[in-house]
């Protein structure tokens, strides 16, 4: 079952990873009009439409990580810290609050991405997503070195 | 018009207070409850580990997502004209900085 829903959890956030990353791109670096390659294409997606996916991929993705959490507190972190893997153990403690400052961001990531988008706010509106990036990426990066990580280092 | 003015107040005053009470609430270990994952139990505020360890991450949000939501309340109540002075800036401000506390808070996994 636990496995179960790790692959869930891994699945949900790579759906997130991407619905993010192709959001942060627009923002950060919008394209010039008529471009038509992939790179492109991807500059150009409407960032706005994103806003409802990436709160709710994040707020499942989170649950889902919550549930499975003592497993990992059981299970893993007592083995990463008989193996001295103070990096991977560190890293995992960040995720876990780096989560937790993303989760008290939503409700202004929510406003900022209100229709019709207030100019006013354009900057602290691309910030806010970068930083929403920033912490689904280091999640993600840091969830899979975790999973992975007797393959890693044995 | 108000209405989304005000919840735009208590958006950026939430992200800005969960930050902040979140990093306290870590650093103090002022968690709402304790869960203890070996005997699958809660118990109310900060309980010792009890057969294996004990679980403060989801009290620590618990308490942080209360306080926020009552601070953030209390300022989505102010008139509009004072709550305009509001930077919308802390809304990333704040927990860019906290997320740099805890990288140092936590350097010494990374120094070892």
């Known amino acids: 079952m636990i496995i179960a829903l790790l692959i869930l959890h891994g699945l949900l ?8 990353t192709h959001q942060a791109i627009s923002v950060w670096l919008p394209a010039r009009q008529g471009v038509e390659t992939f790179v492109g294409r991807m500059r150009s997606v409407s960032a706005a439409s994103y806003v409802n996916a990436v709160i709710v991929l994040y707020l499942l993705t989170a649950t889902l990580g919550a549930i499975i959490y003592p497993n990992y507190r059981l299970n893993v972190r007592i083995v990463l810290e ?23 961001m939503l409700p202004a990531y929510w406003s900022l991405w209100r229709q019709p988008l207030d100019n006013n706010h354009a900057r602290t509106r691309a910030v806010v997503t970068a930083l929403l990036a920033l912490i689904v990426w280091w999640s993600f990066l840091v969830g899979h070195i975790v999973n992975n990580v007797r393959g890693f280092e044995s | 018009m108000i209405a989304a003015r005000s919840f735009s107040t208590f ?8 930050a902040i009470l979140y990093l306290l609430s ?11 994952p070996a005997l699958e139990e809660f118990g109310l505020l900060v309980q010792k580990p009890k057969d294996g360890p004990a679980m403060y991450w989801y009290g620590w949000l618990a308490t942080s997502a209360f306080g926020a939501l009552a601070i953030a309340g209390v ?5 509009v004209g004072s709550a305009n002075r509001f930077w919308s800036g802390f809304a990333w401000a704040v927990p860019l900085a906290t997320i740099f506390a805890f990288v140092y808070i936590l350097r010494g996994y990374f120094t070892k």
């Open chain 1, 13 to 20: 956030a790579v759906t997130l990873l991407g619905a993010i």
């Open chain 1, 82 to 104: 008989q193996m001295q893997l103070y990096w991977q153990n560190g890293s995992f403690e960040l995720k876990e609050h780096f989560v937790a400052v993303g989760l008290g």
């Open chain 2, 11 to 18: 958006a950026i005053v939430f992200a800005v207070a969960f």
């Open chain 2, 26 to 36: 870590v650093e103090n270990n002022w968690a709402l409850f304790t869960y203890h």
């Open chain 2, 75 to 79: 300022a989505a109540c102010v008139p």
